[in-house]
């Protein structure tokens, strides 16, 4: 998993840092931007081969509610304090975890680095 360093334009406002981020996004990399306020959304998405019709589909979305209810709720809101957050599994066979309202996002990304191990 690649980090990368806070994008903000040599002025101090944002700038080409978005850019860069759409960049990183394109090639796989993983892009963290800490933003000077209390609290923070976080996600986290994996591709999976297990899309709609597939014969792990259905397993995949089980797994994904099973995930949200005892391991990412208890990580993320009940340990961490984030308002919500949770798992899901889309028909196009992407696997993502969320929180939103998070006052220790870079714990939450800890979190969801060994929800997916």
């Known amino acids: 998993r690649s980090r990368t360093a806070p ?3 040599p002025s101090g406002l944002p700038g080409q840092g978005l850019v860069r981020s759409l960049e990183a996004r394109d090639a796989g990399v993983a892009t963290y931007i800490p933003l000077p306020i209390s609290v923070h959304n976080a996600a986290v998405s994996l591709s999976t081969e297990a899309a709609f019709g597939h014969q ?9 509610q099973l995930m949200s209810s005892n391991f990412l709720h208890r990580h993320i809101r009940e340990q961490g304090g984030a308002y919500g957050g949770g798992g899901s599994h889309d028909m196009g066979g992407q696997f993502s975890m969320y929180s939103y309202y998070d006052p220790r996002s870079d714990e939450t990304l800890r979190v969801f680095a060994r929800a997916a191990q």
Do not use: G, Q, R, S
């Open 56 to 64: 792990d589909d259905a397993a995949m979305m089980v797994a994904a």
């Open 7 to 9: 994008l903000v334009a």
